[in-house]
T-cell receptor
Framework: DTEVTQTPKHLVMGMTNKKSLKCEQHMGHRAMYWYKQKAKKPPELMFVYSYEKLSINESVPSRFSPECPNSSLLNLHLHALQPEDSALYLC?????????????FGNGTRLTVT | GQNIDQPTEMTATEGAIVQINCTYQTSGFNGLFWYQQHAGEAPTFLSYNVLDGLEEKGRFSSFLSRSKGYSYLLLKELQMKDSASYLCAVRDRRGSGGYNKLIFGAGTRLAVHP
């Protein structure tokens, strides 16, 4: 069982919808990440939060809006997405951004934009 | 810049040994990870190397040569469940705050046959 929980597992949304992806971890990790993964491609970093503050935004379009309400939760708010945004969205955590400990990944949310 | 190369696909026989190679170019190398990813699932951590040499963990071993920018993952006594993608990921020092960015290779899809 993964220690990083993502909901929902699957999401289908239209281009005018607003939806949110949720991620939760209770390992006491202070760094949390959003990755996007297209089929047969590697995960690509989107955002990094460190101690609940946004540290890295990899030039992600504003239709993706991250939020870290507390040290255990990470959200990704979606609005006006495009079909090419369809992908597996992975959340991950680590003790801190400086650590060389591995990232712990959730099982992801498979997003389809119609 | 950053570049990670791995073979796209490999096949092997149950019970055999397979070696998956990874070469990388990065300006601020700070460790190399191997992850296993089954289709539609989260990447799971396999091994970590930051110094030259071999790290062994049961049926899995990983080797690193920093001077050559080269790593390999060795899988012994292959089982059918080892059929998956294997992702090489390099941690690269980046900017202020000591953030170490994790960059994934495209992955090697391994198919294990009876």
């Amino acid at each position: 069982d993964t220690e990083v929980t993502q909901t929902p597992k699957h999401l289908v949304m239209g281009m005018t919808n607003k939806k949110s992806l949720k991620c939760e971890q209770h390992m006491g990790h202070r760094a949390m990440y959003w990755y996007k993964q297209k089929a047969k491609k590697p995960p690509e970093l989107m955002f990094v939060y460190s101690y609940e503050k946004l540290s890295i935004n990899e030039s992600v379009p504003s239709r993706f809006s991250p939020e870290c309400p507390n040290s255990s939760l990470l959200n990704l708010h979606l609005h006006a997405l495009q079909p090419e945004d369809s992908a597996l969205y992975l959340c991950a955590s680590s003790p801190s951004v400086q650590t060389n400990s591995p990232l712990h990944f959730g099982n992801g949310t498979r997003l389809t934009v119609t | 810049g950053q570049n990670i190369d791995q073979p796209t696909e490999m096949t092997a026989t149950e019970g055999a040994i397979v070696q998956i190679n990874c070469t990388y170019q990065t300006s601020g190398f700070n460790g190399l990870f191997w992850y296993q990813q089954h289709a539609g699932e989260a990447p799971t951590f396999l091994s970590y190397n930051v110094l030259d040499g071999l790290e062994e963990k049961g049926r899995f071993s990983s080797f690193l040569s920093r001077s050559k920018g080269y790593s390999y993952l060795l899988l012994k006594e292959l089982q059918m469940k080892d059929s998956a993608s294997y992702l090489c990921a390099v941690r690269d020092r980046r900017g202020s705050g000591g953030y170490n960015k994790l960059i994934f290779g495209a992955g090697t899809r391994l198919a294990v046959h009876p």
